[in-house]
Nanobody, 124 residues
């Protein structure tokens, strides 16, 4: 079965960096667009970043532009989210997701598979 396993979350001070990883199995990774979403306590899940199947196109939320980078490694079936200049408002559970259409969508309803999430906490 399809599994998306996130890792790399943790506690970091404001201004610090983290790199999240999402290892995919049970699907043909090269065919899937991949995305990162996050959900803070009491808030709805929101889009963070996405990358298309070939890695040639990326799409970042306004809150992520200039600070976050999404990338993928087909040899490892893994998608990454490099997060720099972290702020307390970035605190959330971060989820990766896979979209069989292969595009870099910002819409959560277009994603077919989801990971369990990894907690990111940014202290002030």
């Amino acid at each position: 079965q399809v599994q998306l396993v996130e890792s790399g979350g943790g506690l970091v001070q404001a201004g610090g960096s983290l790199r999240l990883s999402c290892a995919a199995s049970g699907l043909t990774f090269r065919l899937y667009g991949m995305g990162w979403f996050r959900q803070a306590p009491g808030k709805e899940r929101e889009f963070v970043a996405a990358i298309n199947r070939s890695g040639t196109n990326t799409y970042l939320a306004d809150t992520a532009k200039g600070r976050f980078t999404i990338s993928r490694d087909g040899t490892k079936n893994t998608v990454y989210l490099q997060m720099n200049s972290l702020k307390p408002e970035d605190t959330a559970v971060y989820y990766c997701a896979a979209d069989r259409s292969g595009s870099e969508s910002r819409n959560s309803f277009e994603y077919d598979y989801w990971g369990q999430g990894t907690q990111v906490t940014v202290s002030s």
